[in-house]
């Protein structure tokens, strides 16, 4: 696995774990759930992108 490639996919599992800590963050604010849901939708997607580019070893 190319370093690039290894260290894009840790930056994207570490700014979906920073946008799920957010979102329950903004949860106990005076916020709408339609936003909530949505970066939900968006801190599980980087994360999961980030996973699929780790997963994926050559070899």
Do not use: C, D, H
């Not at 370093?3 to 903004?26: C, E, H, N, S």
């Not at 909530?36 to 050559?58: C, D, M, N, Q, R």
């Amino acid at each position: 696995m190319s370093p690039v490639r290894y260290f894009f996919g840790r930056a994207l599992q570490i700014l979906g774990m920073a946008t799920m800590t957010a979102v329950v963050f903004m949860f106990f604010t005076q916020m709408n759930m339609e936003p909530l849901l949505i970066w939900t939708l968006v801190g599980a997607g980087e994360f999961y992108g980030g996973t699929l580019l780790l997963g994926k070893s050559e070899g």
